[in-house]
């Protein structure tokens, strides 16, 4: 079984600050993970994920991930945040089931920016 | 590539009516999901198929909830009768690969009154 734990459900950072979004996980088998976004009235869309091979993942938009094993993390960073970043963001493991994926969410982190 | 469609965008309905969710997935994707996401949580998975075939509805509530894939194509989901707490984002989502990279569609807002 899997679960996923993002810690805070609301982070608030100014314009062209850094940006920390917090995940861990819980996997019985190796995992895939994944950061998925999504803007109002819209469904999610991938960030960027980790399967296999390096450890620090970069996705779209400027964020970058790093799986750490040994703490059973997957923090979500950006060095310098956009108003246009403002959305909520979720953590999600990836584990198989009957031969086939299942993805497990965590419950989300808005992320707020201000100017 | 076209994306996945759902529909309605939005529904109304009164508690113990029947409501009905459509979904296309990506052409060529074998797997389709769907989720439930209620305000301020994360998404909950209700059914996956693998083409027509169910894998995963151990969450979804049978009394009241069914869906079919017929022809391993397009989804529709149903719930009958419905409850306030059905209220929520019923999004659909499918994949081509293991690796569990879904490609969501801008989801179905239902509110029961």
Same mark, same amino acid.
């Given at each position: 079984?899997?679960?996923?734990?993002?810690?805070?459900?609301?982070?608030?950072?100014?314009?062209?600050?850094?940006?920390?979004?917090?995940? =861990? !996980?819980?996997?019985?088998?190796?995992?895939?993970?994944?950061?998925?976004?999504?803007?109002? =009235?819209?469904?999610?869309?991938?960030?960027?994920? !980790?399967?296999?091979?390096?450890?620090?993942?970069?996705?779209?938009?400027?964020?970058?991930?790093?799986?750490?094993?040994?703490?059973?993390?997957?923090?979500?960073?950006?060095?310098?945040?956009?108003?246009?970043d403002a959305a909520e963001y979720f953590c999600a493991v990836s584990g198989e089931n009957s031969g086939y994926s299942t993805l497990t969410f965590g419950k989300g982190t808005m992320l707020l920016v201000s100017p | 590539e076209a994306g996945v469609a759902q529909s309605p965008r939005y529904k109304i309905i009164e508690k113990r009516q029947s409501v009905a969710f459509w979904c296309n997935p990506i052409s060529g994707h074998a797997t389709l999901y769907w989720y439930q996401q209620i305000l301020g949580q994360g998404p909950k998975l209700l059914i996956q198929f693998q083409n027509n075939g169910v894998v995963d509805d151990s969450q979804l509530p049978k009394d009241r909830f069914s869906a079919e894939r017929l022809k391993g194509v397009d989804s529709t989901l149903k719930i009958q009768p419905a409850k306030l707490e059905d209220s929520a984002v019923y999004l659909c989502a499918s994949s081509l690969d293991r690796t569990g990279t879904l490609h969501f569609g801008n989801g179905t807002r239902l509110t029961v009154t």
């Open positions: 079984a899997q679960s996923v734990t993002q810690l805070g459900s609301h982070v608030s950072v100014s314009e062209g600050a850094l940006v920390l979004l917090r995940c =861990n !996980y819980s996997s019985s088998v190796p995992p895939y993970l994944f950061w998925y976004v999504q803007y109002p =009235n819209q469904g999610l869309q991938l960030l960027l994920k !980790y399967t296999t091979g390096a450890t620090l993942v970069k996705g779209i938009n400027g964020f970058e991930a790093e799986f750490k094993k040994s703490e059973t993390s997957f923090h979500l960073t950006k060095p310098s945040a956009h108003m246009s | -």
